[in-house]
């Protein structure tokens, strides 16, 4: 592992175990590439109380591992997880299509669950990235991400 991106509090994971948190558009916050706010800076809002964390940009297969082994929340035993910092631009073709880092960072690694991204949820394009755990009809299971649209919560 050789660079995994930490922010002020620590993991965003460690940071939204406390707070119901829904992503807030990153151009918003001023984060991206293409922006003056500071790398990695999408934010998240709890419903109650006030949390401001910073997304992880997980960019190798030995930086998700790490996320998962060490914060076992990430990723429950079934179902939704924690947010991570990928998203996608407003104006992308297709599913598949530009998807990007918070921090700037290449999205040249991805641990997609099967068939996504896809865009197929209640809320409609699907712009966000956060950890699914997939099973075969039970408990347990591995854990994947998944595109969901920002205005859904997960725990």
Known sequence: MNHLRWSAVGL???????????????AATGAGPDSSGPAGGMAVTASSGDCRA????I?????????LENFPGAAPSIGNGYWIGGFQQPEAESPEADWMWVSG??????DWAGGVPDDDGSFGEEDAIHFLTVSNGGFGGEAKWNDLNQAETTP
Do not use: Y
Not at 15 to 22: G, K, Y
Not at 59 to 67: D, M, P
Not at 105 to 110: N, P, V, Y
């Open 59 to 67: 960019t190798s297969a030995e930086e998700n591992a790490f996320i």
């Open 12 to 26: 965003c994971v460690m940071a939204l175990a406390a707070c119901d948190s829904t992503p807030v558009d990153p």
């Open 105 to 110: 960072d290449s999205f040249g690694f991805a």
């Open 54 to 57: 910073d997304l992880a940009s």
